[in-house]
């Protein structure tokens, strides 16, 4: 029977295999996007699988929501039968949509029958149905609210929630306010867990440092102990084979209820096959302990933790600088009446990404498909600000653009006027809603074009906008450091990266 296990569990894998490639190119493209069907692959699987810390004995109860096909509960069933074959499994799989169902009921099966041949016991239900409706109790249909579950594996699917949608309300009434389905997922998977069960997800990056799942984060880091994430150092490895773009992230996460924090074993590889990298992280360097926003901290290597280690040892945060960073007040469809394409009598300049050139703001640019200008009155005044330095920043960064932050000045003496309106896609620094000094303001916009920041931007930012909050939660050089390298900028030319970052080195140690 021993030499027996592993063939036998390799070919549960193999068939499930064989069902996800055929389900999932079955599947309608609008639909897949819409439900979010992007499922994974058996050596990825088998990877998340392996993450689990194997119970002693007796009786474990897994739940898959969002199942798919069942590629996760195949991994994870064949792992335990192999290796723990006295254990008594019990599954539980949902998913919504009755185009899978075939597929995954003959993967429940399929464990069914490979644990029997084993001598060992799975018993299986799927759940047809909406796992919120389900997980919240808000579903009469599909019989009893859950009992706790000692392992919940997940790939969840994938989609913005508006704020009122019935999902976000009935996530919100049971676990936390949250606004995208796969954090509603996990929320609920750890609402669902036993005292000390885990949580073996793979899910986008965006939830470790995204400004909007800052209370999901809460509500995870309250009741969850990271043991370990994984990262890919390419964004589109792991659903190589399903054209999705994103960055994802691998973990294991124990429910403990902030009981003590042991280590965290963060981990990197190219791909689920190719060769991994890891190193125990000290808890509070992965989750700080002060860390209002509950920020995680994902650093592979000693490279990175050299990275973060000089990054906190910057001396100022934005208010020892007394400046803050604000996302451009002006929404452009919500001030349409006000706006014109070009500069006129009783308009200021109004500031787009487009008008960001290097280094500077170039203004107006005549022609482009955004307007030049904004009507100052008594409803835009409060919109703008008063003529001054500052330091503006893209929110999204294009492809093409070589950083993730990409700052200019806004210098007054180029570009004379009495108020200026920066648009919602940039972030401005400014001083108490007025300008910086000059020279602050050059040095501030040095400082964010250098390499060493966009190293730690990238490495510590799992989502590509800039938004004010990530400005916010960064340290800075201070005002000496600052005001010294914005001297050395001269105007009227950009330097060059190097010269940049040797202007950095020079001024920042
Ligand atoms: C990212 S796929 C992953 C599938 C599978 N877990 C895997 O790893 O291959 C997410 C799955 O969740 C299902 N799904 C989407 N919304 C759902 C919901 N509200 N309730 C249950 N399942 C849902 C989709 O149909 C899809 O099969």
Redo the contacts with the bound molecule.
């Keep these: 029977m021993a030499t027996e296990a592993p063939a036998l569990t390799t070919d549960l894998v193999l068939r499930t295999e064989s069902r996800?490639k055929e389900s999932s190119a079955a599947l309608d493209a609008g639909r897949r996007g819409e439900?979010?069907?992007?499922?994974?692959p058996a050596p990825a699987?088998d990877f998340i699988a392996s993450l689990i810390k194997l119970p002693r004995g007796g009786s474990v109860r897994i739940l898959?929501?969002?199942?798919?096909?069942g590629?996760?509960t195949a991994s994870l069933v064949a792992r335990l039968i192999e290796e723990s074959p006295e254990l008594k499994i019990s599954v539980t799989a949902?998913?919504?949509?009755p185009q899978?169902h075939t597929a995954l009921q003959a993967t429940l099966d399929d464990c069914v029958d490979t644990a029997a041949r084993l001598g060992a016991h799975v018993d299986v239900r799927l759940v047809r149905g909406?796992?919120?409706a389900w997980a919240t109790g808000t579903d009469r249909m599909s019989g009893q609210p859950p009992e706790p579950f000692d392992f919940v594996i997940?790939?969840?699917?994938y989609k913005k929630l508006a704020a009122n949608s019935r999902e976000r309300k009935s996530v919100a009434a049971v676990s936390t306010e949250t606004s995208n389905?796969y954090s509603a997922f996990m929320a609920l998977g750890v609402h669902l867990l036993s005292d000390g069960g885990q949580l073996m997800a793979i899910t986008p990056r965006s939830f470790t440092n995204g400004p909007y799942f800052r209370p999901f984060r809460k509500y995870f880091l309250e009741r969850m102990h990271l043991d370990r994430v994984h990262v890919f150092e390419a964004r589109n490895r792991v659903f190589a084979d399903t054209d999705v773009l994103q960055e994802n992230v691998i973990f294991a996460a124990t429910r403990t209820d902030g009981a003590e924090r042991g280590p965290v074993v963060v981990s990197t590889s190219r791909s689920y096959s190719e060769a991994v990298r890891q190193r125990s992280a000290p808890y509070a360097e992965v989750v700080h302990p002060e860390d209002r926003e509950h920020f995680i901290h994902i650093s592979a290597d000693e490279e990175d933790t050299a990275l973060a280690a000089s990054h906190a040892s910057l001396p100022c945060a934005l208010p020892d600088l007394d400046l803050q960073v604000s996302t451009g007040r002006v929404v452009d469809f919500r001030s349409r009446e006000h706006l014109r394409p070009d500069d006129m009598p009783g308009a200021v300049p109004l500031i787009y990404p487009l008008h960001m050139g290097q280094g500077v703001i170039r203004w107006p640019v005549r022609g482009a498909r955004k307007n030049n200008a904004i009507m100052l009155n008594p409803q835009t005044e409060k919109l703008t600000f008063p003529l001054g330095h500052y330091v503006v920043v893209k929110r999204l960064s294009s492809k093409e653009e070589k950083r993730r932050v990409v700052a200019v000045v806004f210098d007054p003496e180029q570009i004379p006027c009495e108020r200026i309106g920066f648009e919602n896609h940039v972030n401005v620094f400014h001083s108490n809603g007025s300008g910086l000094p000059g020279e602050v303001a050059r040095g501030l916009c040095l400082w964010l074009n250098s390499t060493i920041l966009d190293r730690y931007v990238r490495r510590f930012s799992g989502h590509t906008q800039v938004n004010a909050t990530d400005l916010r939660n960064l340290r800075y050089p201070n005002m000496a450091q600052l005001s010294a390298m914005g001297r050395s900028w001269r105007s009227g030319s950009w330097p060059a990266q190097e010269e940049i970052d040797e202007v950095v080195r020079r001024n920042v140690d």
């Design positions: 996800r439900l979010g069907q992007f499922f994974t699987a898959d929501p969002g199942a798919g096909a590629s996760l949902c998913e919504v949509d899978l909406d796992f919120i997940m790939n969840p699917p389905l």
